[in-house]
Structure formats: structure tokens, C-alpha cells
């Protein structure tokens, strides 16, 4: 109440990712905001590429629509383009496309439940009506 009371209401965010940006860490948070990196929390995924915040959440809700865990994550990679890549702690590298991203990552699930799948390590799914796997 202006002029002898100021009022500040304080929210506390979960942090996300990690992101690199002008040489400098920061924490994505949950609010889309980057908070300067000044500890090192474990688990938590690097952001690779030229991230827009926005789009990382937008991302991130594709990620929780779907059947995969976010916590598998190890790293992302962005690209201008708009498009993601996954790197699972597991080794795996998931090429997404910009579409259709939390039914591709369902496929993903249902595809590593099987016995001959065990040895693939990149999964393409950037062609339509197209997956590629390779053992690298």
C-alpha cells in the first residue's frame, strides 16, 4: 500500500534443466525463468543449443503427456529449427521430430520393451512413417 507499505509476494520454483547461455550456467525454472547457476544440483539435464524457454516448456509438457520419465534424461539438444534430441541415462539418443513428440516418445517405450532391441542405441523417428535405428 503505497507510500508506507510495500507488498512482495515470493514464489519458489523446481528447477528443471541446466542451460548454458553468454558462457555462464543457469537453472531453467518451472516458471520459464533462467536463474544464475551458483550450486550444482544432481540429476538434472543439460540443455544443449540456443534455448528459447518457452519452447523448452512447451517440450517439457510434451514430455509429461507421454509414458516417458523426464528423470532419465541426461541431456537435451535443442536446434534452431525448433526440433529436440534426448540423450537417456541408459545411452540411448531419441532424434524427435517437431511433431507428434509425447506419441513418438510412447513408441520409444513400447520399442525398448523389446528382446532385439537391446543393442540399438540411436532411434530416429525425425521421418514421417519412418525409424531408423542404429547401434552407435
Known sequence: ????????????TQ???????????FFIGKNGKLIKKNKSIAKLPYVYGDLNTSEFLKFKK?????NFEFKQILNLYYYKSK???IETSK????KLPRENISEV???FIRMT???NFN??????????GQIILDEK
Do not use: H
Not at 500500500?1 to 519458489?12: A, E, F, G, R
Open 1 to 12: 500500500n503505497y507510500p508506507s507499505t510495500l507488498i512482495v509476494n515470493i514464489k519458489k
Open 15 to 25: 528447477f528443471l534443466a541446466v542451460t548454458k547461455k553468454d558462457g555462464e550456467d
Open 62 to 66: 510434451n514430455i509429461d503427456d507421454s
Open 83 to 85: 526440433r529436440w534430441d
Open 91 to 94: 545411452g540411448y539418443l531419441i
Open 105 to 107: 516418445l510412447n513408441l
Open 113 to 115: 520393451k523389446e528382446k
Open 119 to 128: 543393442d540399438k542405441k540411436m532411434i530416429d523417428f525425425r521421418q514421417k
